[in-house]
Structure formats: structure tokens, C-alpha cells
């Protein structure tokens, strides 16, 4: 069922040039993407317009990583579910788009939440329709595994604060996005890079085994 699901969904996918010229046509309409055209929306999709810029201007993928990413010998897609006023979305695209850029094997696609929840709802974080969220895929489209919807550093913060406060507010937003600014990208390629090579260790064992 959820590879029927996928299959159907990748020809939907845009290319991350394709998003970023939607997000600024968006901006120019005073507009977002969703369901919903609320006034913080549509002013969160105009920032994080501007978040995208600076990090497609500055973000810097270090070498080692790179490394660890050649090793994807496999073509593989990258299915990512968010929308385009979702700021951890914001912080995470321009670097998965930058990785990609690295390995051509690599096809990224990008699909609006709101326009898929059948693929969504097979992959909700804690039951809830957390964004973004990365699904990777082999060859064949098969899942191997997921990602998001933030850095596992980002979500522990987001976890300490939850259980301090009782949910998230505008403060810890304000702090979250200056973290971010801060990191530049750090823990969510560490967490993109340790995924890969356990991915690599795992497919070596079943060869050994099989030996």
C-alpha cells in the first residue's frame, strides 16, 4: 500500500529551484502555501523566504561529509513533506538541496504537506503531522529510512522546553531561529551523515553475511 503511495506521489514532486520560485511568487502575492492564508503564515513564508537566500549564499557543506555522501554509490530519492511556512523547513531544504547538488545520484523532491496527507499520515512524528520530513528512498523506491522534523539536538531542546513550559511559544521560537543562525546547518548534516554510514555498515553486514 505505502509503495503504491509513494509511487504515485513522486511525479508530483518539485525540484528545489521549482520551490524556491514558488516561495518568492508567494511572497510577491502575499500568499502562502496550506489550507489555511493566515496573517502569521503568510508573514513566516516572507522570512523564511529570506532564511532560504542567506543560506543558499552561506551555508558550506564540510568536507568530511561530503565524503561520507559520495559513498551513495545507488541512485536514491529524497521525498521531503513540508510547507512553505514551516521554519524548520526553511533551515533543512537549503541543505538537503545543497547535498544533493554534491551527489547527482541524489533526485530531491519536494511536496506540499497539505496536497499529500495520504503519504503523510505514514509518516507522523509521535502521531501528529510534523514537518519537515524526509523520506529516503532506493532505486526501486523503497523506504530506507526518515528524517525530521528537526536536528536530534534541535528536537531534545524542543523537548527540555516542552516539558518546562508545557508547549512552544513565541520566546522559544524566537530562540530556536537565532540557534539556527548560530549552527549553520551543523546538526542536521551530522545527523543527515551518521544516517548514511549506518545505512552503509548495515548493507556491508547483510553482504558479509551472505557470503
Known amino acids: ?17 521549482t520551490y524556491v520560485e514558488l516561495i518568492n511568487q508567494l511572497v510577491a502575492e502575499g500568499k502562502t502555501t496550506g489550507e489555511e492564508q493566515t496573517e502569521e503564515q503568510i508573514n513566516v513564508t516572507k522570512l523564511n523566504a529570506s532564511r ?44 538537503l538541496n545543497k ?62 522546553y516542552k516539558s518546562q513550559n508545557g508547549k512552544i511559544d513565541d520566546s522559544f521560537k524566537k530562540f530556536l531561529q537565532i540557534w539556527y543562525n548560530k549552527d549553520k546547518g551543523e546538526a542536521i548534516i551530522k545527523d543527515l551523515v551518521e544516517m548514511i554510514e549506518n545505512a552503509m555498515a548495515l548493507k556491508q553486514n547483510r553482504l558479509s553475511m551472505g557470503k
Open 52 to 95: 532560504m537566500r542567506r543560506l543558499d549564499k552561506t551555508l558550506v557543506i564540510p568536507k568530511q561529509a561530503i565524503r561520507a555522501f559520495q559513498n551513495i554509490k545507488e541512485k536514491q530519492t529524497w521525498l521531503v513533506l513540508m510547507e512553505s511556512w514551516c521554519a524548520d523547513g526553511a533551515q533543512t531544504i537549503p541543505i
Open 99 to 160: 547535498i544533493c547538488n554534491e551527489r547527482p545520484n541524489i533526485d530531491l523532491k519536494i511536496l506540499l504537506r497539505d496536497e499529500n496527507r495520504e503519504l503523510m499520515d505514514h509518516f507522523l512524528t509521535n502521531g501528529t503531522r510534523s514537518m519537515p520530513k524526509l523520506i529516503l528512498l532506493d532505486s526501486e523506491h523503497n523506504v530506507l529510512n526518515t528524517w525530521g522534523p528537526r536536528s536530534r539536538m534541535a528536537t531534545n531542546m524542543v523537548a527540555a
Open 1 to 17: 500500500m505505502i509503495h503504491e503511495i509513494i509511487q504515485a506521489s513522486i511525479p508530483k514532486g518539485i525540484s528545489y529551484e
